[in-house]
C-alpha cells in the first residue's frame, strides 16, 4: 500500500478499528483488530490473536472499500 493511502487511514484509525470490530462481530468470527499503523512497508493491522483467511479477508474488503482508497494498491492480507 502507497504511503498516502496508509496515511489516510491512519488518521481516521479509531474509527475504522471499530468498524471492522464491528463487521467482524456481526458474522460471529472471535478476532478483533488491536491497532492500525504504517512503516515502510505499508499499513499493519493487528489482531488480538491468529487468525484464518477468511477473517483477514473481511478486513481486506472492508479497506478496499474505502471511498479515497486506491484499492490497486492493497496487497492480499497475510500473516508475519
Known amino acids: 500500500m502507497k504511503l498516502?493511502?496508509?496515511?489516510?487511514?491512519?488518521?481516521?484509525?479509531?474509527?475504522?478499528?471499530?468498524n471492522i470490530n464491528?463487521?467482524?462481530?456481526?458474522?460471529?468470527f472471535e478476532i478483533s483488530v488491536d491497532f492500525i499503523?504504517?512503516?515502510n512497508k505499508g499499513l499493519l493491522i493487528t489482531i488480538n490473536k491468529v487468525?484464518?483467511?477468511?477473517?483477514l479477508n473481511i478486513i481486506k474488503k472492508y479497506i478496499k472499500n474505502l471511498n479515497?482508497?486506491?484499492?490497486?494498491?492493497?496487497?492480499?492480507?497475510?500473516?508475519?
Open 51 to 55: 487468525a484464518i483467511t477468511s477473517d
Open 4 to 18: 498516502i493511502n496508509a496515511n489516510k487511514i491512519i488518521a481516521k484509525a479509531t474509527a475504522h478499528i471499530s
Open 68 to 80: 479515497n482508497i486506491y484499492s490497486n494498491n492493497i496487497m492480499s492480507s497475510r500473516l508475519s
Open 22 to 28: 464491528r463487521l467482524l462481530k456481526r458474522v460471529k
Open 37 to 39: 499503523w504504517s512503516d
